[in-house]
DNA sequence: ATTAGCACTCATTAATGATGAGTGCTAATA
DNA sequence: TATTAGCACTCATCATTAATGAGTGCTAAT
């Protein structure tokens, strides 16, 4: 079928161009800017098509067309072209993960500043999960009181900590005494420290002491399972501003807002967590207030595994070929640092 | 010197006025809505003596006035009345505060969310800096290698930790001397540990472990002396947008950029630190993005020690004496929270 | 010293018309 | 039969103009 490839041809000539000038697009710009070798008026012919098929859309009348968020579907299915970031551009960002070396939550912040500074587009992060990890030490360490402090430390190198606090009084021996006995059973955790040592060695503590262990197993869930400690960033919130779509104070304030909330970042970031690169696109975003936007992110990964994204925010238009080839590349080489940093065969 | 009073009433209503209405105000809105029983045409007289004393300003020839930076100081300083905040308000924070026990971030990081709640304008808050603290213990513990996570008790029961990197592996009975070493001097910490304990006992330690002791001190240096994990929130940053002085769109974009970063905040909050409440009104900022801004900042303190602060950013012509009430009150509920949940004697 | 009266200023808004980019349709063409 | 040239038509955008009205400064009367 020659004439669907023309059609579709005229297509992706139509999203380059308003990808670069969001300006609606006109016949005769197309067939000055791009030789196809066909007259203005047999494309409009082929664009009245591509309309009726919904993957144009004409803002008015007599204006030229725009990609509909089906058009940048198919454009990103069929027609994409992922590229290598330049070397470079990865040397400095190497440089600086490892001015963090021990500071992982920093090297995450720095992270989603690069994907801004790249892509000129609103980038979120989010800190490791632990929820897939095993344990490999559990400290707790006394504070004063009834305060202690509780250090997971997982086998694939990752630290997280929570202050605690307990309903009565303790010391150092006694925490002591029953972080011994966790670590005995740290494999327990992940079905309710079911496990045989447990009930065993469950009879070595006297009641106060078992008191005490119920409620850093109750903290220990929270952290370990619930994740408490995972954080989200997000920067170049502003960067909105340079996009002239966005030029209506309403619909930008409407997206910032969005963006600020901390549990929609988590929302976007989690939400396709197991699917390596994923891309949501104007109206396929679960939330309304971000159908003028698309959402590219991709997962992080520890000895092969996920263990956390990253993503970008930015008009619908925006340049997906640059931008997946970014966030990939970043995903590459933040995967490097986290192996050659915290290393922890599975 | 009657003529002065009347001049200053005049100039009280009009800025009551303006704060409320965001309006120009004009010499019949005067007459008609407060009652100072004189004719309109005396109150632009009036008026033209308050613009040559350079407290009224008029946007253009044939509008009213609104008031200059110098007219809210003045009204700062002369006219403000600060009343007490609703105390089912104070009991409902209260009763927030109580779920954040054991979580003193997330306890700072709801204090700028009740603060936007409250006034409607973008809030700033710090963690508490130690610096000007006691460290009462100091615990080393080995994740895995030559990686340790350092932890920091100070008397007044704040803990701060952070991870470091040796340069050499360790293992977790070398750190146990060194920490009991550490513990043994650390009132030498604030004079860089020249104190006489420390050259004594250096001596009981072997040649690596005095490697690692100087890289561990190097590292409380920075985390207790620069305080390298204080953090700094802001909450409402889209507030600004329900202002009509913001409604252009450059304007709105220049403060948001400039409140969106860490430093800017860090900054804002430290630079009153010692000063109690303090009012930086429209070109009294020192930075040129916020002169049409008013920030209010206000420091909470443990054991009569001012450890932090918070601060509210929002148009000039803000309610000061609401804001202030606020703040106070908000300083105070926070102050009352962390001496219940931390104490510790000074 | 105060106030009524009035001419004047200027931002704001609505109405009007010109411009131009771009279309759809028709008839001519290869 | 597919393509293209030609043309009437649409509609957003922009500049111009005029009307409106809030508010002032100044002068003369009280």
Redo the contacts with the bound molecule.
Sequence with gaps: M??DD?KFAILYSIIRDYIRTA????????EKNYNL????????????DL?DMGLLV????????IPSDKAYRMYVNNFMKISDVESYVIENVRTLYDKYVGQLNKAIEATAEILTKLTNLTALVMTPHITQMDIKDIRLIHIEGERALLVIITKQGIVKNAEIRLNSKTDKKQLEKITVFLNMCVDGINNDFEAENFSIAMEALNSQEQRILAEVVAAIKNIYQQDADTKVYASGLTEIFKYPEFKDMEKARKVLETLHKQDMISYLLTEAMDSGINIKIGNENTFEELNDCSVVTATYKLNGRPIGSIGIVGPTRMDYDYCVSVIKAMTKTLDKHLSDTLGGKD
Excluded: D, F, L
């Excluded at 300006?23 to 197309?30: D, H, K, N």
């Excluded at 004409?58 to 067309?65: D, K, N, T």
């Design positions: 020659k004439s023309r300006e609606p697009v006109g016949s005769r710009t197309i070798g066909i007259s203005s008026a047999t494309i409009r012919n082929e664009m009245a309309e004409q803002p008015h009348a007599s204006s030229g067309r």
